[in-house]
């Protein structure tokens, strides 16, 4: 059977983990749709806000040649990815907090520059916008993932994974990410993956390297969770393990109209704010 990416099963590190957290936190995420408006829901909150505007800081550099990738103003694009996250539309609700996470973003971009050998280097950049191959045809199921940074070793012509991480835990020895953006850059791009890295952009001055994965250990495993995935779409069955866990009980209140629409995403999402909703590990801010 040949593999159709019209409709097939596409999985990543985010829906993967929804689903292994909770199948129904899984559907609400990524398959129901507001009946109102027929867009996706998603929750804003003060991390993922700081998240993705370090994420799209960084990203910038990678566009640009070596020998200018340091003369761009990392700050500055910062600043304009942040102003897409203002106030509640970014999950703050107040200024003070606000300017604390924002504070936390300038921090680790200024740690990046004081401490960017690896980014100085060569660097592969994948053409495409949302990186992906057939995990399997057979099955019809898709992985994608956009990897954060790809440095390239002139003297091996090979490559090193970067995951820039902007939380304050560091991943699980069984996490699934590293597997993941490892089987994307071996399967998108000729070059062999000699290197992975968490850079833990809180505390960590460069990327601390992991072990690489084993390619057919982490295949089967993703195929197997990918097939769960698949069934579980085929049967219409994704219930909480618990009846009603920390993941999926917050996306179920925004159904029970308990939480404030504040904006709609650059993906078509309505977004949400539950005014509580904070770090995970973090049910304090100091000001």
């Known amino acids: 059977m040949t593999g159709d990416k019209y409709t097939a099963l596409w999985i990543s590190y985010s829906s993967i983990h929804d689903f292994l957290e909770c199948p129904r ?57 942040w102003r897409k996250f203002k106030g509640k539309g970014g999950g703050f609700t107040n200024e003070q907090m606000e300017e604390h996470y924002k504070k936390r973003g300038i921090e680790m971009l200024s740690r990046v520059i004081k401490n960017h050998r690896s980014l100085a280097n060569l660097a592969v950049k994948l053409k495409t916008d949302l990186p992906h191959y057939f995990l399997s045809e057979e099955d019809n199921i898709v992985l994608c993932g956009k990897i954060d940074w790809l440095e390239y070793f002139p003297l091996t012509d090979s490559i090193h994974v970067i995951e820039f991480k902007t939380g ?13 953006y490892y089987l994307i850059a071996k399967n998108c791009q000729k070059r062999p993956v000699s290197k992975v890295s968490y850079w833990y952009l809180e505390e960590d001055t460069g990327p601390e390297e992991q072990t690489l994965p ?46 404030e629409l504040v904006g709609l995403s650059e993906r078509k999402e309505d977004l949400y704010l539950l005014g509580e909703m904070l770090e995970e590990g973090e049910k304090s801010v100091i000001l």
Not at 50 to 60: C, M
Not at 232 to 257: I, M, N, S, W
């Open 214 to 259: 084993n390619e057919e250990e982490a295949r089967q495993n993703l195929l197997k969770i990918g097939k769960q995935i698949k069934l579980a779409k085929q049967l219409d069955r994704f219930k909480c393990k618990t009846g009603g866990c920390k993941q999926c009980q917050p996306l179920e209140r925004v159904l029970k109209g308990e939480a």
């Open 25 to 81: 936190a899984y559907f609400l995420k990524n398959i129901y749709k507001n009946p109102q408006t027929g867009h996706k829901i998603r929750l804003v909150n003060p991390f993922l806000s700081l998240g993705q505007t370090v994420h799209e800081a960084l990203d910038s550099l990678s566009r640009l040649k070596t020998e200018k990738r340091f003369e761009s103003p990392i700050l500055a694009n910062f600043e304009i990815s």
């Open 168 to 180: 304050k835990n560091k991943e699980a020895p069984d996490s699934l990410q590293l597997p993941i």
